[in-house]
């Protein structure tokens, strides 16, 4: 089957703990963003997403913090889970137009 | 199931072949995107459906790859002379209204093989 993210940079985490992913957009102007994830033989779910007139949403057991001066954007999971481990992608909406701009990728790991 | 169905799943063909891959979106979804995906890559834009209408097709790469969604539902992809570089997983996606900053559902996608 698929397999997503063989080389992508990893982020190993006890189950339990927090985590942070971290994703860095291209174009300041950018106004919308979302969060994705992404398993195994699956097409990206999404999560949560925030609009550039925010600096941080929540939701369950996640949050998306939006620094707009140095184009970042993270995502925390809170307790993380086995059923977490995936690979995120963050993605940009950028004005005039309908397509989303995908950032690269994090694997998540939650080592037990 | 209620999610963005794409068939077939796999898809192996001969470099020079004609390939057509399919998505049916959500019902009542009004826009449609076509992403491809290489692997250990996030998502890369294709082209953009609002119903019918093709609004955005500047990612598809070159005159060999097309898209329709005549009746504003289904929406096929077709890719001419197929060659290995074309190779990827071909993902569609649907979003409720056709407007901007929507979130996507995304089909499990056509992995596509050009031997």
């Known amino acids: 089957g698929e397999s997503v993210g063989l080389h992508l940079p990893t982020l190993s985490v006890q189950e339990g703990d927090n985590s942070i992913i971290n994703c860095a957009y291209s174009n300041s102007a950018s106004d919308y963003f979302i969060w994705y994830k992404q398993e195994s033989g699956k097409g990206p779910q999404f999560i949560i997403d925030i609009r550039s007139n925010m600096d941080k949403r929540q939701g369950q057991r996640v949050t998306v913090l939006l620094n707009k001066t140095v184009k970042h954007l993270s995502l925390q999971i809170a307790a993380t889970q086995p059923g977490d481990s995936a690979v995120y992608f963050c993605a940009e909406n950028r004005p005039g137009t309908y397509k989303y701009i995908f950032g690269t990728g994090t694997r998540l790991k939650v080592l037990a | 199931g209620a999610g963005v169905s794409q068939s077939p799943r796999y898809k192996v063909t001969k470099r020079g072949q004609d390939v057509a891959l399919r998505c049916d979106p959500i019902?009542?979804?009004?826009?449609l995107y076509w992403y491809r995906q290489a692997l250990g890559q996030g998502p890369e834009f294709l082209t953009y459906?609002?119903?019918?209408?093709?609004?955005?097709k500047s990612g598809l790469p070159n005159d060999r790859f097309s898209a329709e969604r005549p009746e504003g539902s289904i929406s096929t992809l077709t890719i001419q002379r197929t060659e290995q570089r074309d190779s990827a997983m071909y993902r569609c996606?649907?979003?409720?209204?056709?407007?901007?900053?929507?979130?996507?559902?995304f089909g499990s996608g056509t992995q596509l093989s050009v031997l």
């Open positions: 019902s009542g979804h009004v826009s």
């Open positions: 996606a649907s979003s409720p209204k056709g407007g901007r900053n929507e979130k996507l559902f």
């Open positions: 459906f609002n119903y019918e209408a093709q609004q955005d």
